[in-house]
């Protein structure tokens, strides 16, 4: 009789949907020798998979990290590790700062834990495997998606970057931009699908970069997106994120002839000005954003736009960020992500003259969120009255029988149904706006799936 003890692993995950998507290769690369722990105390394998592109989570990371010092003491044998964006950007110094952490692996890194876990339980430690080739292949890997009753999932269709914009981490820490086989990329959605999923996102650093191999030739984006929405079982295709000077008319085209691509585009905008986008070498112009909104817009009159602005961006003066925030008037997104600009090693920008003062930027940040909360909750207003299908994803946060939806758009809603209810697609109708949510009721409404 085997009596060997199932070793657990808990990850906790900081950062973007591709940390989300690794964390999960990385569950199934161990499975089923680990299983998913319920917290840290639980687990034989802690890992902190870690994001870089700010200050701000970086010293979260550390944070985190920090408080499992008290955890090795009490349990020597546990074994602690940090990967992601933080591991590649410090290697060997994570050791210096935390030398209870047993493993530092890249992003490229994590398909050979099994090995480096095996040399842990051997007697090595501090192993640190940062790899980053440029003729790197991310794998295929086809294992159960280790959630119960999975409605959604993503699917990295390249990684890295090659835009090096002058305030972003990503190529230092992600690579070079590797794009993986179209056919592989055919075979996980397919594998995704058969397991229950309805709802793909595709994702990578730049998606609408993508180039990717075929046996006949390489292929795009668009024609990528055309090739996948056909598939048994796929109610519901997404992508992120894009960079505008790569957002071409043939995939602005597949908002209007592709049915089930939701009509949602994260597209990060940065600034407002000119003279700052330059500066970021961002490779487009306020005008040149502002027209691929109206073809998006002519393409697609339901689109719900959202984006990223930094403000405090180095020689960023008070007329730069008044063509920011008239951008948001014009454009009038749906949701804002804003952040205020924080050095990053690498980076060209790391050199600039930063005289911004931390209050300067601080003020500039809330002006941008109050500015954008009141566009927001009117674009919210108007879909009050308006019956809409929904994904029912689980039970929500807002109280009891109370469950949590999300619409074609990406907009959450809230309502009152039965728990039964969860992984269908039903029809409600809006009845209440908020800036971060809507609230619905499924009276005189009908299930759909």
């Known amino acids: ?146 959630e119960e009753k999975p409605l959604k999932a993503f699917i990295t269709i390249m990684q890295g970057c090659n835009n090096f914009c002058s305030y972003c981490i990503v190529p230092f820490v992600r690579g070079r931009e590797i794009s993986r086989p179209f056919e592989d990329i055919v075979k996980e959605a397919k594998h995704l699908l058969s397991q229950g999923i309805i709802d793909i996102t595709l994702i990578g650093q730049n998606v609408n970069s993508y180039c990717g191999k075929q046996d006949d030739g390489s292929i795009n984006f668009s024609a990528l997106l055309r090739a996948i929405y056909g598939l048994e079982g796929l109610k519901r295709l997404r992508f992120t994120t894009s960079h505008p000077k790569d957002l071409s008319d043939d995939i602005i085209d597949c908002f209007r002839d592709i049915p089930n691509l939701c009509p949602h585009l994260h597209l990060p905008i940065q600034s407002g000005s000119d003279n700052i986008l330059k500066k970021m070498n961002r490779k487009y112009t306020r005008e040149h954003y502002l027209s691929i909104i109206k073809k998006l817009r002519d393409a697609r009159p339901d689109i719900s736009l959202t984006t990223d602005i930094i403000v405090g961006f180095p020689g960023e003066t008070e007329e730069d960020f008044e063509l920011t925030i008239d951008m948001l008037k014009i454009v009038k997104f749906e949701q804002l992500f804003a952040f205020k600009y924080s050095k990053r090693p690498f980076t060209l920008a790391s050199r600039f003259e930063d005289t911004l003062r931390e209050e300067v930027k601080s003020d500039r940040l809330n002006i941008l969120i109050a500015i954008q909360q009141e566009i927001g909750k009117m674009k919210y207003k108007e879909l009050v009255g308006k019956k809409i299908e929904v994904l029912v994803e689980g039970k929500s946060k807002a109280g009891e029988n109370e469950l949590c939806a999300r619409t074609t758009a990406n907009q959450i809603v809230n309502f009152n149904g039965n728990p039964e209810l969860i992984g269908n697609l039903v029809e409600v109708t809006i009845e209440k706006a908020f800036y971060h949510s809507l609230r619905g009721s499924l009276e005189n409404s009908e299930l759909i799936r």
């Open 1 to 146: 009789m085997n009596n060997k003890k199932q070793e657990k692993i808990f990850i906790k995950t900081f950062g973007c949907q591709m940390n989300e998507y690794d964390s999960l290769k990385i569950m199934q690369l161990l499975h089923p020798e680990y299983l998913p722990a319920d917290s840290e105390n639980d687990a034989d394998i802690i890992l902190v998979n870690t994001c870089s592109i700010r200050e701000k989570p970086e010293n979260k990371v550390y944070s985190q990290i920090g408080t499992y010092k008290k955890i090795k003491e009490e349990k020597p044998e546990v074994i602690i590790g940090v990967c992601g964006c933080v591991a590649q950007q410090e290697k060997k110094k994570i050791f210096s700062r935390h030398p209870y952490i047993d493993f530092v692996i890249g992003p490229q890194g994590i398909y050979d834990l099994p090995d480096i876990i095996k040399k842990l339980k051997k007697g090595w430690s501090n192993i640190c495997h940062a790899p980053q080739k440029s003729d790197f292949e991310i794998p295929t890997l086809l294992g159960p998606h280790l």
